[in-house]
C-alpha cells in the first residue's frame, strides 16, 4: 500500500517510501546539511541513520601518522550502514556539500528488521553496497595513481565522464594519494590525450579511430 505523504511535512524520497515499514517512517525526518557540518564522531554510540538525498557526506577517520582516510563518501544513499549494528561509530562524518538528509532513528530500524519483508530489503540494499565496496577496494589495490585513478573514472563515471561533486582534493583523499601527486598524473594524461580535464568533470579522451 502506498504511503500516504499527506501526513508528513518531510519529502521522503521514493526510494525510503518503497524500503521502509510505515510506522519508520513516521519518525523520519528532515536535516538540512551544511558544509562542513559534523554529523557524527567516532567513539559516539550510533542513535541516527543517515540517508544523504543531496550534497554530499563522507566518512573519515584519521591515521597514527595523522593522515586523513575516506572510507565512504555519500552524493545519495546510506550513509555508514555498519553502524546499525555497532556499538560505537568507528569514524567522523561530516558533510563535504551542502545538501539535504533524511535521519532515521537506529532503534526503529532495529524492531522492524523483525519483520521478514523489510529484512530481505535491507539484506538486498546491503548486497549491493557490498558490490559497490569491492570495487573501491580493488581501486584502492591498484599500484599506482594513473591506474586508480582510470579505474576511478570506468566504475563511477557515467560513459567515460566522472562529474566531481566536491573538489580535486577531496578526489585524491577518496583514491587514497596526497593532491599534489594526483594533479600531477592528471596534468600527464591531459597531455598523452588520455584525459579531459574540465572545472568539475574528468573525461576520458575518444581514441582516434574509436
Same mark, same amino acid.
Given at each position: 500500500?502506498? @504511503?500516504?505523504?499527506?501526513?508528513?511535512?518531510?519529502?521522503?524520497?521514493?526510494?525510503?517510501?518503497?524500503?521502509?515499514?510505515?510506522?519508520?517512517?513516521?519518525?523520519?525526518?528532515?536535516?538540512? /546539511?551544511?558544509?562542513?557540518?559534523?554529523?557524527?564522531?567516532?567513539?559516539?554510540?550510533?542513535?541516527?541513520?543517515? @540517508? =544523504?538525498?543531496? #550534497?554530499?557526506?563522507?566518512?573519515?577517520? =584519521?591515521?597514527?601518522?595523522? %593522515?586523513?582516510?575516506?572510507?565512504?563518501?555519500?552524493?545519495?544513499?546510506?550513509?555508514?550502514?555498519?553502524?546499525?549494528?555497532?556499538?560505537? @561509530?568507528?569514524?567522523? $562524518?561530516?558533510?563535504?556539500?551542502? #545538501?539535504?538528509?533524511?535521519?532515521?532513528?537506529?532503534?526503529?530500524?532495529?524492531?522492524?528488521?523483525? %519483520?521478514?519483508?523489510?529484512?530481505?530489503?535491507?539484506?538486498?540494499?546491503?548486497?549491493?553496497?557490498?558490490?559497490? /565496496?569491492?570495487?573501491?577496494?580493488?581501486?584502492?589495490?591498484?599500484?599506482?595513481?594513473?591506474?586508480?585513478?582510470?579505474?576511478?573514472? %570506468?566504475?563511477?563515471?557515467?560513459?567515460?565522464?566522472?562529474?566531481?561533486?566536491?573538489?580535486?582534493?577531496?578526489? $585524491?583523499? %577518496?583514491? #587514497?594519494?596526497?593532491?599534489?601527486?594526483? @594533479?600531477?598524473? =592528471?596534468?600527464?594524461?591531459?597531455?598523452? #590525450?588520455?584525459?579531459?580535464?574540465?572545472?568539475?568533470?574528468?573525461?576520458?579522451?575518444?581514441?582516434?579511430?574509436?
Amino acid at each position: 500500500m502506498a @504511503y500516504d505523504l499527506d501526513h508528513m511535512s518531510q519529502n521522503i524520497p521514493q526510494t525510503l517510501l518503497n524500503l521502509l515499514p510505515s510506522k519508520v517512517l513516521d519518525l523520519c525526518k528532515q536535516r538540512v /546539511l551544511s558544509k562542513g557540518e559534523m554529523l557524527f564522531k567516532q567513539g559516539a554510540k550510533p542513535e541516527t541513520l543517515f @540517508y =544523504i538525498v543531496s #550534497g554530499e557526506a563522507v566518512l573519515s577517520r =584519521i591515521s597514527s601518522h595523522g %593522515e586523513s582516510t575516506i572510507l565512504q563518501r555519500r552524493k545519495t544513499g546510506f550513509l555508514s550502514e555498519a553502524s546499525l549494528l555497532s556499538e560505537k @561509530y568507528h569514524c567522523d $562524518a561530516f558533510a563535504t556539500q551542502s #545538501g539535504l538528509a533524511i535521519t532515521i532513528p537506529i532503534q526503529t530500524i532495529h524492531n522492524a528488521l523483525k %519483520e521478514s519483508d523489510f529484512a530481505i530489503k535491507w539484506v538486498a540494499l546491503l548486497s549491493r553496497e557490498i558490490m559497490r /565496496l569491492r570495487t573501491q577496494s580493488e581501486r584502492l589495490g591498484l599500484k599506482d595513481i594513473k591506474s586508480k585513478l582510470l579505474h576511478l573514472i %570506468e566504475t563511477e563515471g557515467t560513459q567515460g565522464t566522472l562529474t566531481l561533486q566536491s573538489d580535486f582534493k577531496s578526489l $585524491a583523499s %577518496e583514491i #587514497g594519494v596526497t593532491h599534489e601527486a594526483l @594533479y600531477r598524473t =592528471i596534468s600527464a594524461l591531459e597531455k598523452d #590525450g588520455t584525459l579531459i580535464k574540465t572545472l568539475n568533470s574528468l573525461q576520458l579522451a575518444q581514441k582516434k579511430g574509436c
